[in-house]
Every structure is written in C-alpha cells, then in structure tokens.
C-alpha cells in the first residue's frame, strides 16, 4: 500500500473503526499525525548478554534456544501461566509468563529467540518474567532503541511502534522542508526526513539528538516567529488615544500611598494608552503587590477619555471582590461600577447590558458572562484579565473583539521568570511590580511530617480561639486511589473534612469547598468565611485565585510535595493580608530528596520570583502552565524551559527572517506562513 501524508490510519492495516477511534482520542487521523506523534521516552534495549554474564535486575537481551515445549497451566480463573526453558551455551533461563496463553504454541522448541527483560537470581537458578519476545533476526522490539509513546486503552506501545514504523518508511520523505535553507545552513540543522526518520527509530543516541534539536528549533522558530508577527500587527494598528497629563487626581482617590514600583507601571500603563496604538501589557505582581490599584488608574485614564473598562475575572467571588473595592474607590469621582456574572437573576443580567449598550455604565466587572453574544459596549476602550494564566489567548481575543481595538490589560499573581514570560507573553509588553507596600509582616512559612500533626492541630486551635481563621488546603477532591497512582493516604477534601469535624475539632466550625460544587454552593461557603462564619475550611486549590480574608491567619498544605513551589506560593498569599501575624505549614511525609529541597526554597524566601526560578530549574514550566500554557500553542516537542538556549537562537532567527520579509510574503516563506498558521490553528484567526 502506497502511503501519503493524509492516508487515514483506518486504511493500516489491524486497523478497524474502534482502534481508529481510539487513536483519534490520541489526535492522529492520518499517517502524518504519527509522523508528528513523538515519543515521550525510549527503551535501549540493545544490550546482549550471556545467560551467565546477565546483571541482576537490569533490563537486558539474551538471545538462547527455547529447550522443551512450554507448559501451561491454569493457577485459578483469570491467571494462566506459560512456563518455558531456554538455552545457551552458558546455561539455562527459566521463563514464565502470566496470561499469554498464546505463547504455548507461538514458542518452538529447539528454535532461538531474544528476550528482553530483567533477570532474577533464586539460588543457583536465573529467572525472568514476561520478558519481551521475538525470533531471532526479527528486531522490531529488541536488538534496538525502542520508542516509548503516550497512550490510551486499547492502543498499546507495540501496536504504536508498528504503525509508526509504517509512516516513517512510507512518507517520512513527503514532508515538506519548511525552514528557510539560511536558518538550516546557519543553525546547523538536520533534514526534515532524517529528523522523522530519528526522533521515532534511531539506531544511535547521537542521531536522536541531532534529530530532537532540528524539530524543537524548529518548533520554536514557529512560535517565535508567529508572537513576533502578533506583536507585529499591534505595532501598525491604531487604537484610542488617551490624553491624560497627570494621574493626580487619580491619586487622590487612593486610601493609600502607592510604591514607586505601582507608580511607575500606571505611568507605563498611561503613556501606552496615550500612544495611538493598542496597548496589550502584562503586569506582572506577586500576591498582595498592589495591580488591582494600577488596573483601576488604567481604567481611570480609559473613563476620562470617554471609553469603557471591562475587567474579567476568573471566578464570581473574585469579580465580586473587585467590583466592591473598584466602587468604593471610583464612585467619589462618579464613575459607575457594574458586576455581571452567571449567578445573576435574568432581570439583573438584562438590566446590566442595556447599561453597556447605553454607555450608562462606565466599568463593568465579570467572568465568561462578559464574552457572551448578547452583551454589546456603547464604546469599549480598555479589556483587563485578572489572572491572565486563567484565560486563553482566545478569550482575550474575543473580549477584545467587543470594541474598535481597544487597549489590552492582563494581570497576574504567578510569578514567572522574565525569560520566560517574554517569549509566553510575547505578544505583550511586560511590566512587573516588583515590591511589596510597606507594613506588611512576612508569612513564616513551615515544613513538617506526620509526626507533627496533633501539635499543628493544637496550633490550629490556639488560633481559632484568638479569633483567626484557618484554611487547610488538599489535594484530591474525593477518596479515590486510583487516581493517584495507589497511594491512598493522599488528603481529599470530602473525607477529611468530615474527619476534622466528627473526631478533630468538634469544637470549631469547619466548611468545605472544591471545584466540583455547583457555583452558588462555592460562593455560600466562601462568603461564610469571608464573613467569620466559618473558622476552618478546607478546600482544593480553588481557593489559589480567591477572596480577600484579612482575618485568615494560617494556610496548611496537606502533601505539600504533590503542588509546584508557585502554586504554593499562591496559596500562601492568601494568608498575611491582614494585622495579624501569619503562618504557612507545609505537610508531607515525602522521603524524595527532590521534595524536600524544593518544599525547602519556600521557607527560605517570600519572594515570588525567586520561588519561580526555583520551581523553573526543578520541574520545568508545566506547573506555572498547566497543560495550556497559558493559551499559547501546544506545543508537541519543545520544552519552554529546557531548551531554553534554542529558544534563543530560534528567536534571533526568526527575527532575522521576518526583518527581510516582515509578512511572509515571499515564495521561500510560504511554508514557514502555514507552519505558523497550523501551530496557532486554534487562535488562527488572530492573524487576520
């Protein structure tokens, strides 16, 4: 059968309509998505011993003859065993494997075969189990670098290998080498083909190498290049211009003097929106530094000159929270603060868009509800994202989309290094607020083990007599081991917040939250707490992005080593907002060295991007990312922080290729154009 990049993978053959569905949910249709479906590890099982020579416990390939027919027998129902004897000329292997009925008749006697696996010693007698099998001269899975690929039920690493093999050799050849031959002469890049051929089956870890550096830079080269183009377009369109002198009177209304850094990133903020093209800037601030108060200048400055504000939050408490404090500190200069969120009556929502429409309402503040069809703006000129990893690029887009190319604002409290954030954000302008306002008294931060449990109880409530508030933070919802790689001692929330109450503090009063409640149970429970109805609640990490409890005084983390250093980091921020001393405690019985050290760097700094660096060098950037990277592309291969140095290159050459040809636009970029085009295929049509 004659392959092409779109033969559908129904037409490989074992393949029928439920395989196909199933490699669907691995996002592969045809035999050019194997081509790009990269392994995630890979198995050298090229070694070969001896039965004698073979090391204990290491994997390893012995080629011997099987020595008699194998037996097989049936220990109870649902377990066979096949047991079988091989040869070589320096001694005997007993074999045995478990439900693979099949093998009695598959193995011959007096026929040689490899097999890989680990080898057991039991006295004088050498062992294996279930090793993986082959005639000899056959080395599709032994004899080579086997490749290790993500899978689902139903699709196993065997059936994955075989049919990528097929890919590989039919149409590895057909891919069409994009990069510009100047960046493959100057980068030193491999072949396209030869990089496919590698990256599945290479026969030296040398040539995988060569092969992973050709896709990851060019994988970047796409990225950089398509940020580059977005930022781009920004540059030539036009925006509102907003005249403002001084922020003076904006001043004014603060109940508070704000940090040279806040001033300087208003100004920064003010001189983008006066500047006639769109302003789209991060401001970047770690927990409590003071960016709802540069939002609201913005917001201010936008109002002056006749435009309205919209702010998006991600949760209804949060956009609660702001629009209270945006209306305390904006109505004394009459400007009219409005909330819409999913929890409104119909009446109230309705009340609320025909105030946009009109212009009547100056500043609004919501979740999603903001991106529905139904709301329209009199005249938008400023989109605020709180908590910009919550939202995708999308989402932006489409708030933005409500107004004339209004100016762009996000915010966030997660801490990211500047390395990173340029290229995560490169889209964006970066500002970061990089103090804290003066007074606040630094959170003592806490690990310990099990054995310290009952006196943290006791310190739990010391508290909570005195009046403060506590919140103990789990990481699983509900009991459910399997889940969590069987280990069953994993805190939930539903579990042991029934435990607390019942056998712990019968005494205190202990709530409950998690992402699984429906919206109005959360908002009750929270605005329990928030209102000192409540002295403990535990919770998952829903409460990482929550309300402002000045009371709350303690923050406890249950298997703390199971949450990245900046999402611990962000929960410890919700403790220390008011006058009272505060304490974070870390929980967890890990012996992992690893954990211990990073759990360590939060008892040695508050400092958020510290933490970051620390968390970036340790675990790399999935935990400031989640799997969406921040509503970037998926990437496929590269690694934002590992490969941080061809991140660099692959930047310089993609500024380079765009300073000749800004749009693309000439024959030798076409490719490169629809490159980027499919990476960004998801926010394709912010291009246009």
Known sequence: MELGLNTPVSDFPGIGPARAQKLAKLGIATAGDLLHYFPRNYEDRRSRSSIIRAPEGEPVCIQAMVAETPRLSRVRRGLDLVKVKAVDHSGMLHITYFNQAYLKDALRSGEEYIFFGKI???????????????????????????????????????????????????CAHLVEEALPKTVLRDYELAQSDFSYKNIHFPEHFELLDLARRRLIFEELFYLAAGLALLKGRRSGARGPVCRCESLTSFLDLLPFSPTAAQLRVMDECREDMAGGRPMNRLVQGDVGSGKTAVAAAAAWVAIQNGLQTALMAPTEILARQHANSLRQLLSPAGIRVGLLVGSMTQAQKKDVRQQLKAGDLQLVVGTHALLSGSVEFGHLGLVIADEQHRFGVSQRAALTAKGERPHVLVMSATPIPRTLALIVYGDLDVSVIDELPPGR????????????????????????????????????????????????????????????????????????????????????VMGAFSAGELDVLVSTTVIEVGVDVPNAALMIVENAERFGLSQL???????????????????????????????????????????????????????????????????????????MRLLSQAQEAARAVLTRDPNLSLPEHQAVRERIHTLFAEQADIFN
């Open 120 to 170: 057991e010693v039991n006295g004088r007698s050498k062992q294996m189990t279930n090793p993986v099998t082959e005639p000899v001269g056959k080395n599709t899975v032994t004899g080579c670098i086997l490749p290790v690929y993500p899978l689902t039920a139903g699709i196993s690493n065997n059936l994955m290998a075989s049919l990528t093999r097929r890919a590989v050799d039919g």
């Open 441 to 524: 008294i630094p959170v003592e931060t806490f690990v310990i083990g099990e054995d310290k449990r009952q006196r943290m109880y006791g310190f739990v409530r010391k508290l909570a007599h005195e009046g403060r508030q506590v919140y103990m933070v789990c990481p699983a919802v509900e009991d459910n081991p399997d889940s969590w790689e069987g280990l069953p001692d994993l805190k939930s929330v539903t579990s042991y917040a029934e435990e607390l109450r019942r056998q712990v503090f019968p005494d205190l009063r202990v709530g409950f939250v998690h992402g699984k409640l429906k919206t109005k149970e959360k908002e009750a």
């Open 569 to 643: 980091h962000q929960l410890r921020g919700r403790v220390g907002r008011g006058k009272h001393q505060s304490y974070c405690v870390l929980v967890s019985s890990s012996r992992s060295e690893v954990s211990r050290t990073r759990l360590k760097a939060m008892t040695d700094t508050t400092d958020g991007f510290k933490i970051a660096e620390e968390d970036l060098k340790l675990r790399g950037p999935g935990d400031f990312f989640g799997n969406r990277q921040h509503g970037l592309p998926q990437l496929r291969i590269a690694d934002l922080a590992g490969d």
